[in-house]
């Protein structure tokens, strides 16, 4: 199985801040790549697939980048809606596997 | 617009089986796969198996022989069981649609099943 490795479990931001996600990939995953974000109590939502293409509704200020391994989820100016949990997920092979969550605090 | 729901259980004994009902609406099963997923404070986000759009399904090797996914496209409806439950499987249970991209594009609610006598 792809092992996904999401560098920080958590950390503290402000509002307005631009806020950088890391996800590495045991292997190439070929920009099969998902971000969700998740709050408590609800599903997960897709953000993004294929790395960079945005889902409809989402808004502008998220943006995925990478490729081969190593992939990113930028949020800039970060809003109050936007503190939740955000994962990765490999959808090149199967399983299909994800990390562990980066979690959004605000300071 | 696309909604899953899901039906089922949210207690149930050790060593018996869990099942859900996943019934789509803004879509069709013909077109669509859909994903299995469960979530755990310990295991985090584990996908458990697919059925895909023609009705063939794949599963999570850990889970292949005590899981099975079936649907009936007429009633927009998957079918999720997954037998002889343990404590360690006391997690929340969602479907989700596979997108065009494959990413799980729009997810149900989610099933609390809780496993405990």
């Known amino acids: 199985d792809i092992q996904m490795t999401q560098s920080s479990s958590s950390f503290s931001v402000s509002l307005g801040d631009r806020v950088t996600i890391t996800c590495k990939a045991s292997e190439d995953i070929y920009n099969r790549l998902a971000w969700y974000q998740q709050k408590p109590g609800n599903a997960p939502r897709l953000l993004i697939s294929?790395?960079?293409s945005l889902e409809t509704g989402v808004p502008s200020r998220f943006s995925g980048s990478g490729s081969g391994k190593d992939y990113t989820l930028s949020i800039t100016s970060l809003q109050t809606e936007d503190v939740a949990t955000y994962y990765c997920q490999q959808y090149w092979s199967t399983p299909p596997t994800f990390g562990a969550g980066t979690k959004l605090e605000l300071k | 617009q696309v909604q899953l729901k899901q039906s089922g259980p949210g207690l149930v004994q050790p060593s018996q089986s869990l099942s859900i009902t996943c019934t789509v609406s803004?879509?069709?099963?013909?077109?669509?796969?859909v994903h299995w997923v469960r979530q755990s404070p310990g295991k985090g986000l584990e996908w458990l198996g697919v059925i895909w759009s023609g009705g063939s399904t794949d599963y999570n090797a850990a889970f292949i022989s005590r899981l099975s996914i079936s649907k009936d496209n007429s009633k927009s409806q998957v079918f999720f069981k997954m037998n002889s439950l343990q404590a360690n499987d006391t997690a929340i249970y969602y479907c989700?649609?596979?997108?065009?991209?494959?990413?799980?594009?729009?997810w149900g609610q989610g099933t609390s099943v809780t496993v405990s006598s």
């Open positions: 803004g879509f069709s099963l013909t077109s669509y796969g």
């Open positions: 989700a649609r596979m997108g065009v991209r494959h990413a799980m594009d729009y």
């Open positions: 294929g790395a960079t």
